[in-house]
Nanobody
Framework: QVQLVESGGGLVQAGGSLRLSCAAS????????MGWFRRAPGKEREFVAR???????YYSDSVKGRFTISRDNAKGTVYLQMNSLKPEDTAVYYC???????????WGQGTQVTVSS
């Protein structure tokens, strides 16, 4: 079992930065692929970024070059550094953990990010 707790969300002006953190409990963190997703009001949940257990990273086209995902296995934490934020980045951001390569088994409760224009 893995429990995920996100933090770091808030209100920021366009062009600003935020760093989200996701702390994982349990002993399996290092074996998990980790992902960030977001859901904007009235929209479906969408993929943002992923970091594999080996450290390979993947990004959606909408955030590539602006967001950076990283992980600290010793701390059991995954991060999402978000730079050059845009109003369209406004959403609830969710952290997810997966023990296989095809889906995610565990989800956090989400943290709100609001970007004002």
């Amino acid at each position: 079992q893995v429990q995920l707790v996100e933090s770091g969300g808030g209100l920021v002006q366009a062009g600003g930065s935020l760093r989200l953190s996701c702390a994982a409990s349990g002993r399996t963190f290092s074996r998990c692929n980790m992902g960030w997703f977001r859901r904007a009001p009235g929209k479906e949940r969408e993929f943002v970024a992923r970091i594999s257990r080996s450290g390979n990273t993947y990004y959606s086209d909408s955030v590539k070059g602006r967001f950076t995902i990283s992980r600290d296995n010793a701390k059991g934490t995954v991060y999402l550094q978000m730079n050059s934020l845009k109003p369209e980045d406004t959403a609830v951001y969710y952290c997810a953990a997966g023990l296989n390569d095809f889906d995610y088994d565990y989800w956090g409760q989400g943290t709100q990010v609001t970007v004002s224009s």
